[in-house]
T-cell receptor, first 114, second 113 residues
Framework: AQSVTQPDIHITVSEGASLELRCNYSYGATPYLFWYVQSPGQGLQLLLKYFSGDTLVQGIKGFEAEFKRSQSSFNLRKPSVHWSDAAEYFC????????????FGTGTRLTIIP | EAGVAQSPRYKIIEKRQSVAFWCNPISGHATLYWYQQILGQGPKLLIQFQNNGVVDDSQLPKDRFSAERLKGVDSTLKIQPAKLEDSAVYLC???????????FGPGTRLTVT
């Protein structure tokens, strides 16, 4: 069964500092991996996705993530965070065929301090 | 392009009452999902539709939850009777046939007192 672990429940960073959010997955084959962001009272917005090819993927809002098969990880990074990045971030894994359910991690809440 | 629409945005009911949520997916999206997101957790799939047929409802508590997608477009999710542990955000998502990216609505926040 597929699963996702986000080991950090809550992270606080200063505005302008770099950010890395961790995600580890368990899946029997090559997975499809996603990062979603959820602002308070909002639905989930897709930040980026990995299907195949280049293991470093670029997303919206200046985010990027790197797929490391050997470590079963898909960590999200941003070189310089902005106050507007404060939100909940979810990593998700899905099978490598379409229209199948996603399994989400428990999320990491990001707080930005001035 | 309009996104996934959901209503109501907020609902407060007493336990043992019934409640219904509505979702209108993105036009042309044949696959529709309902997720339950309990506070502090990630979304958990309740039911998946392909057009008006159910693909996966293995995690739907069928003794109290029901869902339908008449005509393969709009969908409703009903809870009857509600329990305190049903307090959560109910998210609707949709995708194109064969696609991987799910597009989410704003959710309905349910509070059961």
């Amino acid at each position: 069964a597929q699963s996702v672990t986000q080991p950090d429940i809550h992270i606080t960073v200063s505005e302008g500092a770099s950010l890395e959010l961790r995600c580890n997955y368990s899946y029997g084959a090559t997975p499809y991996l996603f990062w979603y962001v959820q602002s308070p009272g909002q639905g989930l917005q897709l930040l980026l996705k990995y299907f195949s090819g280049d293991t470093l993927v670029q997303g919206i809002k200046g985010f990027e993530a790197e797929f490391k098969r050997s470590q079963s990880s898909f960590n999200l990074r941003k070189p310089s965070v902005h106050w507007s990045d404060a939100a909940e971030y979810f990593c998700a894994v899905g099978p490598n065929f379409g229209n199948e359910k996603l399994t989400f991690g428990t999320g990491t809440r990001l707080t930005i301090i001035p | 392009e309009a996104g996934v629409a959901q209503s109501p945005r907020y609902k407060i009911i007493e336990k043992r009452q019934s409640v219904a949520f509505w979702c209108n997916p993105i036009s042309g999206h044949a696959t529709l999902y309902w997720y339950q997101q309990i506070l502090g957790q990630g979304p958990k799939l309740l039911i998946q539709f392909q057009n008006n047929g159910v693909v996966d409802d293995s995690q739907l508590p069928k003794d109290r939850f029901s869902a339908e997608r008449l005509k393969g477009v709009d969908s409703t999710l009903k809870i009857q009777p509600a329990k305190l542990e049903d307090s959560a955000v109910y998210l609707c998502a949709s995708t194109l046939t064969g696609a991987h990216e799910q597009y989410f609505g704003p959710g309905t926040r349910l509070t059961v007192t």
